[in-house]
């Protein structure tokens, strides 16, 4: 069992990491541990470990002599998580063409459609899909690693989604039934492709939003 100590660092973090992600606190906001402090209810301590792990997964800066200030979107590192993500995803769509159960497979169908309403039913529908496909590579360290990349992604989405239309959702349905097709008929190399320029096309429309929206380094 956790003793107390741990068990507040760990709480600090996750609600913290949480805050960040979910652009409940937005790029650039300044942090300071005597307020967040306060406002977890616990002391300096807790919250001195949790930014100190938040700098270190590049979501939170130093601000030397003022205290913290959560990371700014840059191009350069969406650039390079677009690029990572198309990497781990296309081995395990690879993987998943030879080892998943064809229940498995069909089970993908549920993402031929979008039933939701807001941004924040598509960001969910969204990394479900994505999530959904990793894991029938049956390997579960890519699986968890592609969902730890999709908590960046989706902070990145929220901060562009003001200027995403249903247009967008919808051609990213469509693109997320063709990537399902190819599953289902264990085609890797067509699986592979789609998915690769799926994820280019979805980053493109990312970065044009963050680029007109001036939020962006």
Do not use: W
């Amino acid at each position: 069992m956790l003793d107390a100590p741990v068990l507040a660092r760990e709480a600090a973090y996750r609600r913290l990491r949480s805050d960040i992600i979910s652009c409940r606190l937005p790029p650039g906001t300044e942090l300071r541990e005597a307020e967040l402090a306060e406002q977890f209810a616990v002391s300096k301590s807790p919250v001195r470990d949790a930014l100190h792990r938040l700098v270190a997964e590049r979501l939170v800066n130093v601000l030397p002599r003022r205290g913290y200030q959560i990371a700014q979107i840059s191009l350069k590192d969406a650039q390079e998580l677009r690029e990572f993500r198309a990497v781990l995803e296309q081995a395990c769509a690879t993987l998943a063409t030879k080892v998943a159960t064809a229940e498995e497979l069909r089970g993908l169908d549920r993402y031929r459609a979008f039933g939701g309403e807001t941004a924040e039913d598509f960001i969910a529908y969204n990394r479900d899909f994505h999530e959904a496909v990793t894991r029938t590579s049956h390997n579960s360290r890519m699986a968890d690693y592609a969902q730890n990349l999709a908590d960046y992604h989706d902070r990145l989405v929220r901060v562009s989604i003001s200027n995403t239309t249903p247009e967008n959702y919808e051609s990213f349905v469509r693109e997320h039934g063709e990537i399902v097709d190819a599953l289902q008929a264990r085609d890797g190399r067509k699986a592979v492709r789609l998915i690769g320029a799926h994820i280019k096309r979805g980053g493109k429309r990312i970065t044009a939003a963050l680029t007109r929206a001036a939020v962006v380094l």
